[in-house]
């Protein structure tokens, strides 16, 4: 496994403590899940980083074992392989989707289409009340300028647990292994 969604949100919304603590979220889950010896990097834009830049090189695999990109390039265009089914948190789960109750679509993201910064992101993910960033739809499909987009679909209507789970998210995000 070098690839997930998380199952959890560390608790606080969008208030990650940073990159740093979205980063360690990120490899807690990986221990718990038995996966160690890897570098994780969640996949978030902020003022000082842009997503793309964070995650390494790929491959990227499922917790099934399962290709859901070759490189940086692959995975920013329409021939990457993340999908609801491909798409699957630490422990190999199915993460819902829009029509699941409830709905955990929405995948925190800061970033475009391209992987780069756009908007606050949450004060660079250390607020968790006001502010907004950008989500990507880990189904593929919603509302919003790109509901098809794993990253970039809209923005959140707020940081806060309460506003993430109110347009169909948890405070989830994508981790990727650097090596």
Not at 3 to 9: A, L
Not at 64 to 79: N, P, T
Not at 139 to 148: C, E, H, K, L, V
């Amino acid at each position: 496994m070098s690839f997930f969604i998380t199952s959890e949100n560390p608790g606080q919304g969008a208030n990650l403590g940073g990159l740093e603590g979205a980063d360690a979220h990120c490899d807690n889950l990986a221990a718990a899940a038995g996966v160690t010896g890897k570098t994780w990097r969640a996949y978030l834009s902020s003022s000082a980083e842009d997503a793309r830049d964070r995650i390494g090189s790929g491959p990227w695999y499922n917790a099934a074992g399962v290709k859901v990109s070759d490189d940086v390039e692959a995975l920013h265009s329409e021939d990457n392989g993340l999908s609801k089914a491909a798409s699957l948190n630490e422990r190999g789960e199915v993460v819902n989707g829009r029509g699941d109750d409830p709905n955990r679509h929405d995948i925190l993201t800061g970033s475009g289409l391209d992987g780069r910064l756009e908007g606050s992101a949450c004060a660079d993910w250390t607020s968790g009340g006001e502010g907004s960033a950008m989500v990507g739809h880990h189904d593929r499909t919603g509302g919003g300028a790109n509901p098809t987009s794993w990253n970039a679909a809209h923005p959140s209507r707020g940081c806060s647990l309460a506003d993430l789970q109110g347009t169909g998210g948890d405070g989830l995000f994508y981790c990727f292994a650097t090596d």
